[in-house]
C-alpha cells in the first residue's frame, strides 16, 4: 500500500531525457545510488528522436532529498522533472510464475479471471501470469 502520511517519504516519479548512448542507464543509476535513493522501479525506452532515451525512475523521498539529486549537472542529460501523480497515468506490471499440474491448472485459470489477470505462458509444470493495474493495485 502507498505510504503518502509522511511527506519525508513520498512515491516520486522523475523523468529524465538524456542521450541515447551506451553507459548512460549506469551513470543515471549510479547517480541515484552515490545520493543514498532506493529505486523502485526503473523504465528506459526510445524517443521518437532516436537520440534521446527517456528514463523513467520511482522512488520515494522527500522534495529537499530530490532537489539533491543534481541530475541535470549529468552532461548526458537534457531535461528533468517531476511527474504529478495527479496529471498522469502510471500502471504497474506484474508478471508472476506459479508452479502447477493438472490438478490444479482449473483453479488458477478461474483465479486469474477473477483478477483479469491474462495467462501469458503454460508450461506442464507451471503457468506465468500478467496483471496490470494502478500502482495501489
Do not use: W
Amino acid at each position: 500500500m502507498e505510504q503518502t502520511q509522511n511527506p519525508n517519504n513520498q512515491r516520486r516519479v522523475i523523468s529524465l531525457l538524456v542521450d541515447n548512448s551506451n553507459g548512460v542507464l549506469a551513470r543515471v543509476a549510479s547517480l541515484f545510488c552515490r545520493r543514498g535513493f532506493n529505486i523502485d522501479s526503473l523504465t528506459v525506452s526510445a524517443t521518437n528522436d532516436p537520440s534521446i532515451s527517456r528514463i523513467t525512475v520511482t522512488l520515494r523521498g522527500s522534495e529537499q532529498a530530490l532537489s539533491q539529486l543534481q541530475t541535470e549537472r549529468l552532461e548526458v542529460t537534457r531535461q528533468v522533472f517531476e511527474l504529478d501523480p495527479e496529471k498522469s497515468l502510471q500502471r504497474e506490471l506484474l508478471l508472476l510464475k506459479v508452479a502447477c499440474d493438472n490438478h490444479n491448472r482449473a483453479e488458477l485459470r478461474e483465479i486469474s479471471s477473477i483478477y483479469k489477470a491474462k495467462i501469458i505462458d503454460l508450461s506442464p509444470d507451471s503457468m506465468v501470469f500478467e496483471l496490470t493495474g494502478k500502482p495501489d493495485k
